[in-house]
């Protein structure tokens, strides 16, 4: 089983509508989760990080963490065509190096 | 310049040629990584390093030689490398000890092996 499990997609939605994606995960040692954007040709970059459970939100975005269920999901409300990009979920435990999953692809269609 | 920034952006060898990837942070970090991007497959990491130190080598093949000359620079030595070696590569940082800052990544260098 692997540490982290995400669906690589790719995922299409129209523009405007409400995406959500998810990520599952094995060790429950785990306290931060992070979701990490990559656009085409582009590094991966920070888009949003939280501690333990509970809910985060900025702007269009909301990520959720459920320890119970060992699950987190990113939501955006609202997707644009330059939402486009692929999502990697990412987490740790204290101290520890990052763990990443697959990453979904993502396709927001005017 | 800021943030990560990764030379060259592409780069195509022979099995037989010996290049060099490299990496530089301007963001006064104490950590820097190396990571392997394939295709639907997870970041793979490759190499740590913390304070020029090398803490971290997960079964990377010699073939990979890293070097980290000060906190600011990452090599990535690469020499008789497989066409299965073709991936994205991507080097990052991170400060180490203040809280969970994330990694700051590089826009990585597209390797092509033929």
């Known amino acids: 089983q692997k540490e982290v499990e995400q669906d690589p997609g790719p995922l299409s939605v129209p523009e405007g509508a409400i995406v959500s994606l998810n990520c599952t995960y094995s060790?429950?040692?785990?306290?931060?989760f992070m979701w990490y954007r990559q656009y085409s040709r582009k590094g991966p970059e920070l888009l949003m990080y939280?501690?333990?459970?509970g809910n985060k939100e900025d702007g269009r975005f909301t990520a959720q963490v459920d320890k119970s269920s060992k699950y987190i999901s990113l939501f955006i409300r609202d997707s644009q065509p330059s939402d486009s990009a692929t999502y990697l979920c990412?987490?740790?435990?204290?101290?520890?190096?990052?763990?990443f999953g697959a990453g979904t692809i993502l396709r927001v269609k005017s | 310049e800021t943030g990560v920034t990764q030379t060259p952006r592409h780069l195509v060898m022979g099995m037989t040629n010996k290049k060099s990837l490299k990496c530089e942070q301007h963001?006064?970090?104490?950590?820097m990584y190396w990571y392997k991007q394939s295709a639907k497959k997870p970041l793979e990491l490759m190499f740590v390093?913390?304070?020029?130190?090398?803490?971290e080598n997960n079964s990377v093949p010699s073939r990979f030689s890293p070097e980290c000359p000060n906190s600011s620079h990452l090599f990535l030595h690469l020499h008789t490398l497989q066409p299965e070696d073709s991936a994205l590569y991507l080097c990052a940082s991170s400060q180490l000890g203040q809280g969970l800052d994330g990694y700051t990544f590089g826009s990585g260098t597209r390797l092509t092996v033929v």
């Open positions: 990412a987490m740790s435990g204290y101290g520890n190096k990052l763990v």
């Open positions: 390093y913390s304070l020029e130190e090398r803490v």
């Open positions: 963001l006064g970090h104490n950590a």
């Open positions: 939280t501690y333990s459970s």
């Open positions: 060790n429950s040692a785990f306290q931060y």
